[in-house]
T-cell receptor, first 113, second 112 residues
Framework: EAQVTQNPRYLITVTGKKLTVTCSQN?????MSWYRQDPGLGLRQIYY???????DKGDVPEGYKVSRKEKRNFPLILESPSPNQTSLYFC????????????FGSGTRLTVV | GNSVTQMEGPVTLSEEAFLTINCTYT??????LFWYVQYPGEGLQLLLK?????DKGSNKGFEATYRKETTSFHLEKGSVQVSDSAVYFC???????????FGKGITLSVRP
């Protein structure tokens, strides 16, 4: 089944403790992206990647890192999480055709205390 | 920059009522337009899309027409069901970086 898989689904952590949210897609997609969803703000892009070793900042990149060493994986790294990073996070991927929409993962609900 | 504006919510309708959710956009060039749906506790699913002016996207009884002259992509359904209760996002993609720009989303609740 074609899908984007995120792990974990839920995570509670403490301020300053480094964490990684994994994202993997099995569709051989070039483009991958991370979004965060907050009430009243909709979805905002954190980082995106156009292919292996090619990443760029989205609208709200502060406090996050990403890497794209393999085509299928696009982990999101929070080096020193803070409470304002408490949010619902989505990973998404798509192929290269210009009219394709993204396929989204099921989300990771992160709480930083 | 690009932006998407959705009507304010939430929206509550009775089953079999007609649904319209307004969406307007601002973009350079010729964006592709999308509606995504998020059911409770789930990720976003692509509901429908349109890639050029006057295209009509449709799926599961929902429709939206790409109106370049009014920069709009309003979502409609003739008869909603309880199972349509979800959050609906309008989005656009324009330019080489493939970023999706979302509206803030609107919650639809359909009562029996």
């Amino acid at each position: 089944e074609a899908q984007v898989t995120q792990n974990p689904r839920y995570l509670i952590t403490v301020t300053g403790k480094k964490l990684t949210v994994t994202c993997s897609q099995n569709m051989n997609h070039e483009y991958m992206s991370w979004y965060r969803q907050d009430p009243g703000l909709g979805l905002r892009q954190i980082y995106y990647s156009m292919n292996v070793e090619v990443t760029d900042k989205g609208d709200v990149p502060e406090g996050y890192k990403v890497s794209r060493k393999e085509k299928r994986n696009f982990p999101l790294i929070l080096e020193s999480p803070s409470p304002n990073q408490t949010s619902l996070y989505f990973c998404a991927s798509r192929g290269t055709a210009t009219n394709y929409g993204y396929t989204f993962g099921s989300g990771t609900r992160l709480t930083v205390v | 920059g690009n932006s998407v504006t959705q009507m304010e919510g939430p929206v509550t309708l009775s089953e079999e009522a007609f649904l319209t959710i307004n969406c307007t956009y601002t973009a350079t060039g010729y964006p592709s337009l999308f509606w995504y749906v998020q059911y409770p506790g789930e990720g976003l699913q692509l509901l429908l899309k349109a890639t050029k002016a006057d295209d009509k996207g449709s799926n599961k009884g929902f429709e939206a027409t790409y109106r370049k002259e009014t920069t709009s992509f309003h979502l409609e359904k003739g008869s909603v069901q309880v199972s349509d209760s979800a959050v609906y996002f309008c989005a656009l993609r324009a330019g080489a970086n493939s970023k999706l720009t979302f509206g803030k989303g609107i919650t639809l609740s359909v009562r029996p």
